[in-house]
């Protein structure tokens, strides 16, 4: 089961941007479906974007699309979240997901990092 390391969070103002990295351990990265969670405090966890095995499709949840873009680098076995324009409502803890599915859901996902926070002021 491939271990994941979220880091990038912090503080950033109200239109700006941040890079959220997520590396990966002990698995054939390659074979993951990669996704991004978001989850606030009392709210259900959140899809935000993934990034499939079969053939690098990446597709976004409505409120992310057009902002937030994954990329993945499989001889790095780093996936990445690259946030642009944020907004105070996308403050949350971001989670880094693998699935051996081509689809990344809450039910197909194998493995989840440790969360990193992400905080946009107004």
């Known amino acids: 089961q491939v271990q994941l390391v979220e880091s990038g969070g912090g503080l950033v103002q109200a239109g700006g941007s941040l890079r959220l990295s997520c590396a990966a351990s002990?698995?054939?990265?390659?074979?993951?479906?990669m996704g991004w969670f978001r989850q606030a405090p009392g709210k259900e966890r959140e899809f935000v974007g993934a990034?499939?095995?079969?053939?690098?499709?990446?597709y976004y949840a409505d409120s992310v699309k057009g902002r937030f873009t994954i990329s993945r680098d499989n001889a790095k076995n780093t996936v990445y979240l690259q946030m642009n324009s944020l907004k105070p409502e996308d403050t949350d803890v971001y989670y880094c997901?693998?699935?051996?599915?081509?689809?990344?859901?809450?039910?197909?996902?194998?493995?989840w990092g440790q969360g990193t926070q992400v905080t946009v002021s107004s």
């Open positions: 002990g698995g054939t990265f390659s074979r993951y479906s």
């Open positions: 997901a693998a699935s051996g599915s081509k689809t990344v859901t809450m039910s197909t996902v194998s493995s």
């Open positions: 990034s499939s095995w079969s053939f690098g499709i990446t």
